[in-house]
């Protein structure tokens, strides 16, 4: 048991971070490339998608407080990953963080779940895009073969001489009293716009982290204009309609229906956990660790101020919505649009869309750039076949582990139905929040003498705190969400037993310094 607990030593770790030449990473980003690339993940599917759902099944106008929620526990294990990412700047995130002060048992359980994590999100957030994108080529006259239009299965009918997704016009068709059984029907094949937007983000990855960083850069104020003008239009329209607007907020906390989660103070920590999703953007900074210019003092910029920047927009956007729609019409996969329609501004929802899509593309971006980063670390440790780790000596990135990632997320883009899978990314995102507060508890204690650029401060009581409320949100989510965790944490043990253990470099470390048995023994 003993040597599943082994941890990388603090030095190495160390001493791999100032790595230099052409097989190790670019430092090439600065605090406002940090910065940029947590607003690129945090302003997503979360803000576009996740808020209709949340609030119309399980908050209500309280989705306000949710967002506080999530924001509150994204500050205590924020400041923690802050304090981790300026003393140990190396690519791996939480992953990293573990196997150096937890051990490499509990390094590779959060490194699995991490790879999950952005996996499945990437793959989600492609599904988004995909429908958004289509959305717009129909606004502007170009159709799509329906069987080019979506995951295998999905569902098309004729409907006024264009073929349109079943799913999408079921309220209107009710409202017009058409049964869709007597439309002509067809079913997709593949979604041809999730894998190109997955296909095209990787080529940008695989191009360069500065590239990378620019593309996203320039994505993300666009789609932050987006939402002031959301908000402007929004807020002028509250404002002119204040006794709808309260009619609409009223009431704040909607009572429980008698199940756990839906209304209520229940339903409040539940949708916080549903848009926990919306906030794996700062978790996906530190995975640039090891590509930062200063990590030391940037890394704690970069997480702290995309946390602080996105969450006050979280907040103001739900309110705005909730004020301009009321609760229970935002079961929709497409809310911010709703509600500018409200506004009467009819070139507000082709905003809204074009906003969306480049809220999903940054989106896309960082989840790829740390899936990849996470691969990297975990190939370079031995628990993973080594041709992962390999680093293009022209564009100094992890090439073959971005295209491996970039290829699987893609085809799952592609051939996978939209569910609502945002439960299954938020779980991996307060998992691995629980570990990291975990870790800077049991680091302080033990390594006091280890130089901090970043302290953390109230320790232990801001490890803690972070500690019991993602464990509250996570005890919120559905069964089905915690099968699906066990399963996926079940099939990486398969792996890290039968392979990963019996290749570990800190394994065989272990093994080399372990005195030999005397006559005694």
């Known amino acids: 048991m003993a040597n599943l607990l082994a941890k990388k030593p ?7 971070a100032h790595e230099s030449g052409e097989h190790s990473l670019r430092r090439a980003l600065g605090p406002t490339n940090l910065i940029s690339l947590g607003i690129g993940a945090i302003i997503g599917t979360g803000i576009f998608v996740l808020t209709g759902t949340a609030t119309a099944n399980h908050a209500g106008p309280a989705i ?10 994204c500050v205590f294990a924020g400041l923690c990953y802050a304090e981790f990412a300026s003393m140990i700047p190396v690519a791996g995130s939480a992953y990293t963080y573990g196997y150096a002060t937890l051990g490499e048992f509990v390094a590779w359980i959060i490194g699995w779940d991490l790879i999950l994590e952005y996996a499945l999100g990437a793959a989600t957030v492609a599904s988004g895009w995909s429908g958004y994108v289509l959305s717009l080529l129909g606004d502007l006259g170009i159709r799509v073969s329906p069987t080019l239009a979506g995951a295998p299965g999905s569902k098309f009918v004729l409907y006024h001489g264009h073929w349109e997704r ?21 079913t997709s094949a593949f ?26 850069s320039v994505i993300v104020v666009i789609k932050v204009c987006v939402l002031l003008v959301f908000l402007a239009l929004g807020g002028a329209y509250i404002l002119a309609h204040h006794a709808e607007a ?12 008698g199940n756990y989660g839906e209304f209520g103070i229940s339903g409040i920590a539940t949708a916080a956990g549903i848009i926990f999703f919306a906030y794996i953007g700062f978790d996906a900074v530190s995975t640039a660790a090891q590509e930062a210019k200063n990590p030391a003092r940037d890394m704690p910029i970069g997480i702290l101020g995309s946390l602080v920047i996105c969450t006050i927009l979280y907040i103001a956007v739900a309110l705005v919505l909730t004020g301009l729609v009321k609760y229970t019409n935002l079961d929709v996969p497409d809310p911010i649009a709703i509600g500018i329609d409200v506004t009467g501004v009819r070139w507000g929802s082709m905003l809204v869309k074009i906003g969306a899509i480049c809220g999903l593309s940054s989106t896309m971006v960082v989840m790829l750039l740390g899936q990849s980063r996470v691969f990297f670390s975990v190939v ?9 780790s390999r680093v293009n000596t022209s564009f100094r990135t992890p090439y073959l582990s971005t295209i491996f990632v970039g290829l699987c997320v893609a085809l799952a883009g592609a051939l996978t139905p939209i569910n609502v899978l945002g439960e299954m990314v938020s779980i991996g995102t307060l998992l691995a929040f629980i570990i990291v507060c975990a870790g800077v508890w049991v680091l302080r204690a033990r390594r006091t003498e280890v130089k901090r650029a970043f302290v953390t401060p109230w320790v232990p009581f801001t490890p803690i705190m972070g500690i019991v409320i993602s464990a509250y949100m996570m005890y919120s989510l559905t069964t089905a969400t915690w099968i699906r965790l066990f399963v996926w944490l079940a099939i990486g043990l398969i792996i890290y ?25």
């Open 380 to 388: 370079r440790e031995g628990l993973k076949t080594a041709w992962e």
């Open 246 to 257: 309260v009619a609409n907020w009223h009431p704040l906390i909607p009572a429980n229906t």
């Open 191 to 216: 979604n041809l716009f999730g894998f190109l937007g997955i296909a095209i983000v990787t080529v940008i990855l695989v191009i360069g982290i500065k590239e990378s960083a620019n593309f996203n």
């Open 10 to 16: 603090l030095n190495t770790i160390l001493n791999e």
């Open 64 to 73: 306000v407080l949710s967002f506080i929620l999530a924001a509150l526990a």
């Open 166 to 186: 079943l799913a999408g016009i079921m309220k209107k068709l009710a409202i017009e009293h058409i049964d869709p059984a007597t439309l002509p029907m067809t």
């Open 497 to 521: 037993f039968s392979y990963s253990r019996r290749h570990s470099k800190v394994q065989a470390l272990v093994t080399e310094t372990k005195p030999a048995p005397t006559m005694a023994d």
